[in-house]
């Protein structure tokens, strides 16, 4: 898994060796794909986020959603909510469950989580990240780090807000170089995730619109940040986290990994949920677009997993 001598940067204490890493999705990002984008090469493992009330009220999805093997390290748990101290109470909570780093999460756009004041909705209140991050990082042992946009409209202030972060003892900025209003529309302004990265000296991981290999180069050069994280084009293709293009990924390799992605999740979900929830990725490894409407339709109906696999290897054979 490490492939790198020496770190490409450190959060805090921790020595991050590699510079592309596999970025939080909610319904995506679980632990069956984010071991998989792991073993890759994707330099540390994030969480997709999970609500402070969720590990407050001692619900058992949190668990889940927090999973991690020791070989994942570093692990990062993220976390959203739009209350100081619930934050500060869940992270205690969870941060027994031995993360290596806690993450807030404040560039989620949904109305269900923004528009409470949770997600980006935090970047409309500095001084709510301020209590956050001078709460979290004087009452954690593990580095306290925080994912943001470019702001919530037009009005960006992600540079207030990137020094904010560190000022109140944050470890590490991950900045998607879009407005909540963008979601994920228009292109990644590269130009500001460069202005974070020269305003604050903790490090800086760009993200937003890194879909080939060349690009991991190409926005690290253009904005200078420590790392890029990649979110979307690791669906179709998790194998740019070894550095290769999907057209350079050799059908073998497709088969072994759908293989055992299936595996990972039939062990972790069971049965029936670890096919159904695994449908979506092979969709997305069989190159969703060249497939018929008949075909996506027969990957996504339920049946017995070994029929299943067998289907996946014919569809796979036939379009390979
Ligand atoms: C389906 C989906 C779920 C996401 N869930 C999260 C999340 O839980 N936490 C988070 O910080 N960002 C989340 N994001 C945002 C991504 O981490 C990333 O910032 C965004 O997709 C831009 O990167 P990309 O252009 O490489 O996709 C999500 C994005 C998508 C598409």
Redesign the pocket.
């Known amino acids: 898994m490490n492939k790198h001598s020496s770190p490409a940067f450190y959060v805090r204490d921790i020595p991050i060796y590699g510079d592309a890493i596999l970025?939080?999705?909610?319904?995506?990002s679980d632990w069956p794909f984010r071991s998989l984008c792991r073993e890759f090469g994707s330099a540390m493992s994030y969480s997709?986020?999970v609500q402070v009330e969720k590990i407050l009220s001692k619900s058992k999805q949190p668990a889940k959603k927090l999973y991690y093997q020791e070989v994942e390290r570093p692990v990062t748990f993220?976390l959203y909510g739009d209350d100081p101290n619930k934050i500060l109470e869940a992270a205690l909570r969870v941060q027994d469950w031995g993360p290596s780093i806690i993450d807030i999460?404040m560039?989620?756009p949904a109305k269900s989580v923004s528009h409470r004041g949770a997600g980006v909705g935090m970047m409309k209140s500095p001084l709510k990240i301020a209590r956050t991050f001078t709460k979290l990082s004087a009452k954690l042992k593990v580095p306290v780090t925080g994912?943001i946009r470019l702001g919530w409209d037009g009005n960006k202030n992600y540079k207030l807000i990137a020094r904010i972060v560190e000022e109140c003892g944050g470890s590490l900025i991950a900045i998607?170089g879009r407005t909540k209003e963008q979601s994920?529309s228009g292109n990644?302004d590269w130009d500001a995730i460069a202005e974070v990265k020269a305003a604050v000296k903790i490090p800086v991981i760009g993200?937003?619109?890194?879909k080939r290999v060349e690009d991991i180069e190409k926005m690290k050069r253009y904005t200078g940040c420590d790392a890029v994280?990649?979110?979307?084009?690791a669906l179709a293709n998790p194998w740019i986290f070894a550095r290769l293009d999907r057209e350079q990924v050799s059908p073998e390799l497709v088969k072994q990994t759908i293989h055992n992605h299936l595996a990972k999740s039939i062990e972790f979900y069971g049965d029936e949920d670890g096919q159904r929830l695994f449908r979506k990725y092979a969709v997305q490894y069989l190159l969703l677009k060249t497939l018929t409407r008949e075909t996506r339709k027969q990957i996504l109906k339920p049946m017995p997993s070994g029929e299943f696999l067998e289907l996946l290897d014919q569809v796979y054979a036939a379009t390979a």
């Open positions: 970025a939080p999705m909610d319904g995506y997709e986020f993220q999460n560039g989620c994912k998607h994920y990644a993200n937003g619109d890194v994280m990649i979110g979307r084009a």
